[in-house]
C-alpha cells in the first residue's frame, strides 16, 4: 500500500523557515512534488524534483524554496526560507511513477493528507 506522509509544517512569523519532509512507503517514485491550496483557491503547483534530482518551480517560489531528495530514504524535502504571508496554505505531497516531471495536479498519481503551513506577519 502506498503512503505518503508530510511533516513539517507550523506557524511562523514572515521572514522565517520551515523544512517540510514528505515520506513514502512501499515504493521508490520517478519524480515527488510539492502543491499548496490556500482557502478558496486551486491547488497549485509549488516544486517538483525527479529520479535524477532535476529540479522545477514555481515563479512565485523561486529563489526562496529548495525542493531535494534522498532516494534511499524515500523522502522528499521542501526547504521554505523568506516565508511571506501569502505562503500561508495547506501543503500536499505528490508522487508519480512515469518517467514524467509536471506541475499540474493531475499529473500526480499519489498524494499526502496535506501539512498546515502558517505564516503571519
Known amino acids: 500500500q502506498v503512503q505518503l506522509v508530510e511533516s513539517g509544517g507550523g506557524l511562523v512569523q514572515a521572514g522565517g523557515s520551515l523544512r517540510l519532509s514528505c515520506a513514502a512507503s512501499?515504493?521508490?517514485?520517478?519524480?515527488m512534488g510539492w502543491f499548496r491550496q490556500a482557502p478558496g483557491k486551486e491547488r497549485e503547483f509549488v516544486a517538483a524534483?525527479?529520479?535524477?534530482?532535476?529540479?522545477y518551480y514555481a515563479d512565485s517560489v523561486k529563489g526562496r524554496f529548495t525542493i531535494s531528495r534522498d532516494n534511499a530514504k524515500k523522502t522528499a524535502y521542501l526547504q521554505m526560507n523568506s516565508l511571506k504571508p501569502e505562503d500561508t496554505a495547506v501543503y500536499y505531497c505528490?508522487?508519480?511513477?512515469?518517467?514524467?516531471?509536471?506541475?499540474?495536479?493531475?499529473?500526480?498519481?499519489?498524494w499526502g493528507q496535506g501539512t498546515q503551513v502558517t505564516v503571519s506577519s
Open positions: 505528490a508522487a508519480v511513477d512515469r518517467d514524467y516531471t509536471g506541475s499540474s495536479p493531475g499529473d500526480y498519481d499519489y
Open positions: 512501499g515504493r521508490t517514485f520517478y519524480a
Open positions: 524534483v525527479s529520479w535524477s534530482r532535476t529540479t
